[in-house]
């Protein structure tokens, strides 16, 4: 069989030197990776019509067919030419007779001083529309799909809203196998279609392709079966060459022109699909009904972080954040959705994998204590590539040790557990032997007093299965006065004696409730500092010396 291939070229119907001028700053262009963030895979028994209608958003009569200068198309849309079974959507097309009748909704010059219509159509087909809600901006659209043969039919996958997106039009008019489009063009001004005509790829009607478009904000690129065809750029050098960039690669530093039929950037499109009769080349006598435009999926990649809301492809795993030896174990994987062609693979020393079913996850627990973990990959035909996810966990009872820091040099201790997963359900106890618990900050971290020579000092963790003690000992070695407070306690005016023979820094911290320290200079001898704005309750004094801490607390009356 023989297969033409003509590309046309790209015509610009404005005048560079005419257009304002862009300046860009040039460099890498950087952006996220690709990530699902629609899918539809038509795996229901019927449309899903949280995703899509079958009919326009326009009043009637425009609801189900288009008109161009009021020259209706030749087919009407009607719900029941849309067909899900066996995971395949079929718009499909039939020479019939119908006649659509109702009541205008809104004033038409095509249908002048009329308040309902009466239409004639010799051909019914399908369509789908996305949801009010289902919108996309910029990112991957695509959509696998088998094209009907023969005269008349002009299938199409499209993003419409003033702006528009041809993922791909095609026209059989009989002269070759099959001429397909692909391209923009807006009706929000008189701006010119960018596009591609008359791609001649052979008979498409002999099975699945896949046609994809990417917007980014550089420009469009079209592909057919992951071969980049076509690619309208968004800017122009001065001299009238393309600015044609993907992500990683270089961008000029310099004046560019900006494409004048590039999209709204920022604007948000619904999909459509549809399975039109075109007027300008009408079916003839070898025309063969009804006919079918196959749809396998439509999907939109977007980009954005792993993490986003909208991966589709995200995975996590719900499961215990601690286990015990013998338990058995259910952890689901959490996908958007699940697939029956989807399929996960798992890996643990701690656990047995005695099952997995779906998306969930049947297991023993064989780690006896310490850190465990799971590790998962989530494979789909749809996601770019393999989704991994780990995830820690506490195995039997919680292992733990601490650590301990002087504080405001002889007088406190921060006292900290470390080396344990921290959960929720954990009963924590602290026992101190010459010292005591001032203050609980959280996240295992307490503030000892030292109210002796030697401390010491146990903590003891407790879950669902078991406990375990730790303990550590602080010995008291410090030496010779660097201030002191000489009147305690004082009301509006403390009096501080600095026994060096130079300037002294300070912190003031209010125990009371923890805020950040202050700081004063204290100059050699005795010195008067105001307190009289501070809350009344107890405050530490704090400062070091050739290397040394010292601190002195005092009581605001």
Known sequence: MKVVVTIASLLISQMLFGQDKVFLRGGEYVCEDLRLSFFDGFSQDSLNSDFWRTTYPFPKPYDR?????????????????????????????????????????????????????????????????????????????????????????????????????????DVDDNTVADRLNVGTISTASPRPKCGLDDLYTGNLSQGFHIYAAEWHEYGIDFYINSVLVYRIPRYYRLNGDPLLVQCGQYIPIGWYVENSCYP??????????????????????????????????????????????????????????????????????????????????????????????????????????????????????????????????????????????????????????????????????????????????????????????????????????????????????????????VSNPVNSVLHLKNYLSQDLELGVLDLNNGTPPATIIVGPGINSVSVATMNPGVYLLFGENAGQPYSERFVKY
């Open 65 to 169: 067919f288009l008109h161009h200068d009021c020259e209706e198309e030749l087919q009407v849309y009607r719900d029941s030419n849309v067909i899900v079974s066996n995971g395949i959507l079929s718009l499909q097309a039939r020479r019939e007779d119908f006649r659509y009748v109702d009541i205008l909704e809104k004033e038409s010059p095509c249908y002048p001083g009329l308040d309902s219509f009466n239409i004639d159509f010799d051909y019914t087909s399908g369509m789908i529309h996305s949801q009010d809600g289902v919108r996309f901006g910029k990112g991957r659209y695509e959509i696998s799909c088998k094209l009907p043969q023969g005269k008349g039919f002009w299938p199409a996958f499209w993003l419409w809203a003033i702006d528009e997106i041809d993922v791909f039009d």
């Open 264 to 485: 709204d950037f920022d604007r948000e499109f619904p999909l459509i699909a549809n399975l039109g009769i075109t007027f300008r080349h009408p079916p003839n006598a070898s025309t063969v009904f009804p006919q079918s435009l196959e749809i396998d999926y439509i999907s939109v990649y977007e980009r954005m972080p792993v993490d986003d809301d909208r991966n589709l492809c995200g995975v996590d795993i719900d499961m215990p954040s601690t286990f015990c030896l013998g338990d058995n174990v259910v952890a689901g994987v959490l996908v958007s959705s699940w697939d029956s062609s989807d399929s996960i693979s798992v890996l643990s020393s701690d656990i047995f994998i005695d099952s997995i079913i779906n998306n969930f996850i049947y297991a023993t627990v064989i780690g006896a204590d310490g850190e465990g973990d799971i590790i998962v990959d989530y494979y789909s035909q749809y996601c770019p590539e393999v989704q991994t996810v780990q995830k820690a966990f506490l195995v039997g009872p919680p292992d733990f040790s601490l650590s301990m820091s002087e504080l405001f040099g002889c007088e406190f201790l921060t006292v900290t557990i470390v080396d344990f997963i921290s959960n929720a359900s954990d009963d924590v106890v602290w026992n101190v032997v010459g010292g005591e618990v001032v203050s609980d900050l959280g996240f295992g971290m307490v503030i000892i007093e030292v109210l002796a020579d030697n401390v010491f000092i146990e903590c003891t963790l407790t879950n669902q299965c078991g406990s375990i003690m730790r303990s550590i000992s602080y010995k008291k070695e410090c030496t010779g006065d660097i201030f002191r407070v």
